[in-house]
Each structure stands twice: as C-alpha cells, then as structure tokens.
C-alpha cells in the first residue's frame, strides 16, 4: 500500500519447496523478508537448524542485528520431515526426531517470534502444517500426530497471544507438486500420485504459489486466528468419492 510501512517477515525453512514460494511471493508485494534454513541456499540466508534451541535463538538474534531491532511483522514455520515407518517396528529414536523438529521446533521458533512481536503489540505467526493433521496416511501414523500436534500448538498460542495483538493460524497443503527436502518422497510413485490426484476434485496437484497465496492472507488478516486453513483442492472434503468415469 502506497505510503505505508515496509513489512518485515522471517520465512523458516524458507530455502526449498513451499518456503521458496512464500518469500517470493512476500517480496514481491515489497516486504522484507529473512530466511532461515537449516540448510541455507543464497549468501543472505541464516542458519537455523529447529531442532536445536541454541541454534534457533542465534537465528533470531541475527534477524534483530538485521531488522535494526525492529520486530517482524510476520514469521512463517514452513521446516518440517516425515518419515516412512511401521508401527510395529518404528524406533523411539525415529519418533523423537519428527517430534523434535516438527513440534518442539516449531513451538521454539513461535516462542523466538511471539518475544519480539509481543513489544511491538502486534504480529502475525502462521505454521504450515498439512492435510496429514485431520486423515491418516498408511506408514506414516507419528508424522500425522507431529502435524495434528502442530494444529493444536496454533490454538493454544492463539489464545495465549491473542491479547498481545498477536494472530496465530496454520495452513495445511494437500498433495503439492514441489520437491520437498526431509520429506517421505510420495511424488516419486507414479501410483501412489495417480491415486491422490484421483479423489482431489480440484483434479490436479496443488502449487507452492497456491500454498504462499493462502499464506500471506494469513499474514495481514485483521481478525483470524487460531484457525488451521486447508489448501487441498478439497481432498479433505471428498471422502469416499470414487473417480469419476472416463
């Protein structure tokens, strides 16, 4: 808007697939945007691993030397991983790992943001959960939970931030067609695809611009907050639906 204030936003996992989206499409409306990665891809990104709270903290104390001490106006928790496993015979270890990165990672990442937002009297902080949240998806039961966990944690901050002028929400993606580091690698089964593509009534696969698009809303909402809003191409919506006929 002419004559109104740069905005500032952090985009988490911001270098590949889906973050990549968000900060392209957050700059192209002219904010200034900060990645962090656990893996950074461009000179200007900053190290964030999530998973570690020491490595979080110097993240955001790096965007604070960057922003001058000014607080973002938004941050997006776009860092997640799943894994492929058995119930049967899935490992404590491997369940912690997801629960590390996607939950505690998260929450410490809202935590990092919520302190700064908290003295400015105002932010936005959206989480990019997934479909995952709401329906079982078969040798991946401990990433749906990570994902559903994530739904519950925006509710709760929702709540505890709301009188501080902070809106917490989430987006959850369908079937997206990106390439997506640490993730269960679905897309490569020309089946499997098929198969999601079937029952989407939308027909097709969904795009990482889709994904920044309801993102962004999110970011300059007025009055929305603590709500977990599906881009699926209303997977979740059609249940049973079988394909049509050719």
Not at 55 to 65: I, L, M, N, T, Y
């Amino acid at each position: 808007m002419a004559g109104s204030a740069q905005r500032r936003g952090i985009v988490v996992g911001g270098a590949g697939g889906i973050g990549r989206a968000i900060v392209a499409a957050a700059r192209a409306l002219g904010d200034d945007v900060l990645v962090m990665d656990r893996a950074p891809a461009a000179s200007g990104d900053i190290a964030c691993d999530q998973a570690d709270p020491a490595s979080v903290a110097a993240a955001f104390a790096e965007a604070d030397r960057r922003f001058s001490g000014a607080a973002p106006d938004w941050m997006v928790a776009a860092a997640s991983i799943s894994r492929r496993h058995d119930l049967l015979t899935a490992t404590c270890e491997e369940m912690q790992t997801l629960f590390a990165v996607n939950v505690l990672g998260t929450a410490m990442l809202a935590q990092q943001a919520a302190r700064r937002m908290r003295c400015a009297g105002r932010g936005h902080i959206v989480v990019i959960t997934s479909i995952a949240a709401a329906q079982a998806w078969a040798q991946e039961a401990f990433y749906g939970v990570t994902k559903a966990a994530q739904a519950a944690l925006v509710q709760g901050l929702a709540v505890e931030l709301g009188p501080l002028g902070i809106a917490v929400n989430a987006v959850g993606p369908g079937a997206v067609a990106v390439a997506s580091r640490g993730m269960v690698a679905t897309r490569d089964d020309p089946d499997a695809m098929a198969g999601i593509i079937a029952r989407t009534p939308a027909g097709r696969l969904g795009t990482p611009e889709e994904i920044a698009e309801a993102v962004l809303f999110l970011t300059r909402s007025g009055w929305i907050t603590g709500q977990t809003l599906y881009v699926d191409g209303g997977y979740l919506a059609a249940g049973m639906m079988a394909p049509p006929d050719d």
